[in-house]
């Protein structure tokens, strides 16, 4: 079969009036930590190539090298503003200790915080802020109602949130409509089906899967052996010792199908969370696989003109229950389930 063509992509619109976006974004958290050292004009041309691709959602947040790449996007954003569609995040603390993350939804904070980003990005209005994660210690209708403020204010166009339940996301949308969910899905990670993903589609939330390639792994070219100093992945359960062995295994139905369709195992796994849109009745899923690679950005939106035939999705769908390890060392610091 003829290789994935790489014209531009298709846009989806993120919630019932929200804005139009190509159907996939990039996410640019890895352009200024996490994942090892970066080339900055590298990325910064990844940026460019993304956009003549079709990409026009870009996301990033505050806590993204504690602000740095926010700062780092900001040329970016002046040079595009029209043509792309911004995100960026609140709520999630870093302090000096590497692996320190805290959360904060205080209506104050929220303000204090939608500020700063708006003076590290130079720009005059988010297009689409979320919460980056719930603080069960503040009341949601507060958080959601300080969100709702920036939006009367014109700071902010439309409101996401970020790894919550389905319950919190019905709660959090009879405050204020909500435009999108940013929640871990794929092939590797299934947890948001559980509650999430029905309450976006009875609400007509739009789903942003981070993480679409399972943090690289579904691409067959990371495992704990081949990371690099300072990539983040390294203490992750997943990636680590008899965990990464077992999960390997797991790909050969990825690399059975992208080796009959002539494609890569990294496109297979990016058809199969877009095509989650019409299994679950979304209004529409655009994944956001991050890369500094231009070469990367071309094959991943390329697979937006992959379609998988059902018996390749029957092939696919066992993965996720076999996989080894938890998604994060300490899950409590992400998406505990709450129901």
Not at 186 to 192: A, G, T, W
Not at 199 to 227: I, K
Not at 249 to 259: C, G, I, M, S
Request: charged share 25%; aromatic share 6%.
């Amino acid at each position: 079969m003829e290789p994935v063509s790489e014209h531009p992509i298709e846009r989806g619109r993120l919630g019932t009036d929200g804005p139009l976006v190509g159907v996939q974004g990039l996410g640019c958290m890895g352009m200024s930590e996490f994942y090892g050292d970066t080339d900055e004009p590298a990325a910064r041309e990844t940026l460019e190539v993304a956009l003549e691709a079709g990409v026009t959602l870009f996301d990033t947040a505050d806590a993204y090298g504690r602000g740095a790449n926010e700062e780092f996007l900001a040329p970016f954003v002046a040079a595009h503003r029209d043509e792309i569609t911004l995100a960026t995040k609140f709520g999630l603390l870093r302090g000096d200790d590497p692996g320190y993350r805290g959360v904060s939804n205080d209506p104050a904070y929220v303000r204090a915080a939608v500020e700063r980003s708006l003076k590290r990005l130079d720009t005059e209005v988010i297009d689409l802020y979320y919460m980056h994660r719930r603080d069960p210690a503040v009341p949601l209708a507060e958080s959601v109602g300080a969100m709702a403020e920036l939006v009367r204010l014109g700071l902010v166009r439309h409101l996401g949130l970020s790894e919550v339940t389905g319950a919190e996301l019905r709660e959090a949308h009879a405050v204020h409509p909500i435009a999108a969910l940013q929640s871990e899905w794929s092939l590797f990670s299934r947890d948001v089906e559980r509650s999430a993903v029905g309450a976006a589609a009875e609400l007509g939330v739009a789903v942003v899967p981070y993480s679409p390639l399972g943090r690289g792994f579904l691409t067959g070219a990371v495992t704990a052996g081949t990371l690099s100093a300072g990539d983040f992945r390294a203490s992750m359960p997943r990636f680590a010792g008899e965990n990464a062995r077992a999960n390997t295994a797991l790909l050969d139905p990825v690399r059975e199908v992208a080796e009959e369709r002539g494609v890569t195992l990294g496109q297979v796994a990016l058809a199969w969370v877009q095509q989650r849109a019409e299994v679950h009745g979304l209004t529409a899923v655009v994944p956001i696989p991050g890369t500094r690679r231009a070469e990367r950005v071309r094959e991943n939106t390329a697979a937006t003109r992959l379609r998988l035939s059902p018996r390749e999705l029957d092939l696919l769908e066992p993965i996720a229950d076999r996989v080894s390890g938890e998604r994060y060392p300490d899950m409590s610091n992400t998406s505990t389930p709450r129901e």
